[in-house]
C-alpha cells in the first residue's frame, strides 16, 4: 500500500525543486535584460531608459524574494508570514514607482494604496513580534 504522507511529501519537494531552478534561470535572465537596458540609457531619454532598469531591478528583487521563500521552504517545509509579507510589500512598491514614473496615478490609487503598504506593514510587524518561533 502507498504511504500517502510520504508520497505527497515527495512530491511537494519535487515540485519546490523545479520551481527553485525555474527561478534560478528567471534571475539570471533578469540580470541579463538589466545589462542589456543600459543601453536606453545611452541611446533613448535618461529618463526612459532609467525607467526600465528602476522597474527590471523591482522586479528581479521580487523574483529573489520568490526564491528566498522557496529556499526557506524546502529546509523548513514551512511558509513564513514575513515572507509572504515581504514579498507582497515588495510588488506593492513596484507598482507604486512603475505608476508614479508613467504618472498614471490618481490620489485614490494613491490613497488606497498607501492604506494597504500600512496593513501589510503592519501584519509584517506583528509577524516579527508573535513569531512561533520565540
Same mark, same amino acid.
Given at each position: 500500500?502507498?504511504?500517502? *504522507? ?48 528602476? *522597474? ?79
Amino acid at each position: 500500500m502507498i504511504d500517502h *504522507t510520504k508520497f505527497f511529501k515527495k512530491a511537494t519537494d519535487s515540485i519546490v525543486t523545479i520551481i527553485l531552478y525555474i527561478l534560478l534561470l528567471v534571475l539570471i535572465a533578469g540580470m541579463l535584460m538589466i545589462l542589456l537596458d543600459i543601453r536606453f540609457v545611452a541611446i533613448d531619454s535618461l529618463e526612459g531608459g532609467f525607467n526600465k532598469i528602476v *522597474t527590471n531591478v523591482l522586479t528581479l528583487f521580487i523574483v529573489i524574494e520568490f526564491f528566498k521563500t522557496f529556499a526557506d521552504y524546502s529546509k523548513h517545509e514551512r511558509i513564513k508570514l514575513t515572507d509572504i509579507s515581504d514579498v507582497t510589500i515588495l510588488i506593492v512598491m513596484r507598482e507604486i514607482t512603475v505608476g508614479l514614473y508613467s504618472r498614471s496615478f490618481g490620489y485614490e490609487t494613491i490613497f488606497s494604496i498607501s492604506v494597504l503598504l500600512l496593513v501589510l506593514g503592519v501584519i509584517r510587524v506583528l509577524a516579527v513580534r508573535y513569531s512561533p518561533e520565540k
